[in-house]
């Protein structure tokens, strides 16, 4: 009996293991007790897979198999540890095990204390610098490979291999708890989470790497995550902010691709694809971050998402008010991304020339020097003043830095657009 061809399996293993890596880990780094030990056991999965699958055939759920044989694989190596005082201990270790995954390794705890949420708080917990946090962050639960994180962190893959196995370490001999802290401790942790739970959406909503613009399961979960966290603090603005944020760019997904899986940018999108349950769900919550003092970084940008999908049509956005809201942000939280924003906003409320100017500015110092989109945005605002030698030119410096495939051809489809160039 012959299952699928190798290169088919690995294809649909490389996808589970972006996809579901998050959700497979982290119970058994409940277990185990380890980052580094959980890791090994999943990644053994994963090869047992990739061996078996092809003359075996795909499991029916192919989560539960890879989930059932890292279970396995951990309940061998508590087995064969040498920490156990008595085979009592170690019987009591391994039924540990066994209870976790009952009645099925494919139904996960689910709840306000779940395993993702104590991941979450773990790769936020204070010891650990912002920048440790973001890396196990996008490795753990993203389930970025390595050499996708270093290539955010514009350092070798084997100095982020090094870090990661280090900030590993570190949660284990410090004995960081694996858990959702208690009431008393979550405010001191609560910036770092949100954040942690805003790069998880994000990198649902916009893959910072690959051919697909949008990896849906990260999506739903940090909307997931985030709502679980209001139930854990209901008096607090941000998560609300923070949840009508994702609730807002998510209702916008369906129309954020043709059919040919190419981009569809804000003002051509049909917004009748647009998913009005999740944007009503959102709006309160918008009004209820809002009443924070002063309104905080996720209250402000989802006012901003909610103007866009409040106007009828592109053409009726109140760009103005949005140019006014990343004013206020900027006081607040001055950052080059959020004057670049202001800018598109100056710009597309009437005063293209005082937006080019300021994006003018702000390439000329230099701290958005890798990121795509100041390019591209410079671009498009030419394009819309006919000046198609400039814009080409802009459009060409976002293509040289631009990651993701479906953002690449968007770019590519827009130059292709423009006036030929006069000899």
């Known amino acids: 009996m012959y299952g699928p061809a190798p290169a088919l399996v690995r294809k649909r293993l490389d996808r589970l293991y972006r996809e579901e890596h998050g959700r497979i880990v982290a119970p058994l780094i409940r277990l185990l007790g380890d980052f580094e030990r959980a890791e090994e056991v999943v990644q053994d999965a994963f090869e047992a897979a990739l061996t078996q699958w092809p003359t075996e055939g795909v499991p029916d759920t192919p989560r539960a198999w890879v989930l059932r044989t890292a279970r396995n694989k951990a309940i061998d190596r508590i087995r064969r540890s040498s920490r156990f005082e008595d085979k009592r201990a170690q019987l009591e270790a391994v039924a540990e095990v066994e209870r976790s995954f009952a009645p099925s390794p494919d139904e996960l705890p689910e709840g306000p204390r779940d395993d993702m949420l104590r991941l979450v708080f773990t790769c936020c917990h204070p010891t ?17 490979t390595t050499e996708e994180i270093a290539r955010a962190f514009l ?8 870090r990661l196995v280090r900030v590993q370490k570190k949660i284990t001999k410090a004995k960081i708890p694996y858990r959702v ?47 679980l966290v209001c139930e854990l603090l209901p008096d607090e603005a941000e ?8 609730l807002l760019h998510d209702s916008r997904r369906a129309a954020r691709v043709d059919d040919a899986g190419d981009l569809v940018v804000l003002e051509m999108q049909d917004r009748d694809r647009w998913d009005r349950d999740q944007i009503e769900r959102a709006l309160p ?29 592109a053409e009726q956005t109140d760009w103005r008010q949005i ?4 004013a206020i942000h900027l006081r ?63 459009y060409e410096a976002a293509l040289a830095l631009v990651t993701n495939e479906v953002e690449r051809r968007y770019l ?4 292709r657009s423009l006036a030929p160039t006069e000899d």
């Open 323 to 326: 140019a006014a809201l990343y």
């Open 128 to 144: 650990l610098s912002a920048e440790a946090q973001v890396a196990l962050t996008l490795r753990t639960i993203c389930g970025l």
């Open 155 to 162: 350092v070798p893959k084997a100095t982020m291999a090094q």
């Open 181 to 227: 802290p208690e009431p008393e401790e979550l405010a001191d942790r609560l910036a770092a989470v949100l954040a942690t739970l805003y790069l998880v959406f994000n990198e649902g909503y916009s893959a910072s790497a690959g051919d697909a613009l949008v990896r849906r399961e990260l999506c739903s979960e940090g909307i997931r995550l985030a709502a």
């Open 239 to 246: 998560p609300k902010g923070l949840l009508a944020l994702m």
């Open 285 to 313: 919550l918008v009004d209820d971050a809002l009443r924070g003092r002063p309104p905080g970084r996720y209250a402000l940008q989802a006012a901003v998402a909610a103007l866009h999908a409040q106007a009828p049509s």
């Open 412 to 415: 590519e489809r827009r130059m």
């Open 332 to 394: 607040i939280e001055p950052s080059p991304v959020l004057e670049l924003n202001h800018a598109v906003a100056v710009a597309m409320a009437g005063d293209v020339d005082d937006g080019l100017r300021r994006i003018d500015a702000l390439e000329a110092r230099g701290t958005l020097g890798s990121y795509h989109l100041l390019p591209a945005a410079r671009a498009d605002l030419l394009r819309r003043q006919g000046r198609s030698d400039e814009a080409r030119a802009a």
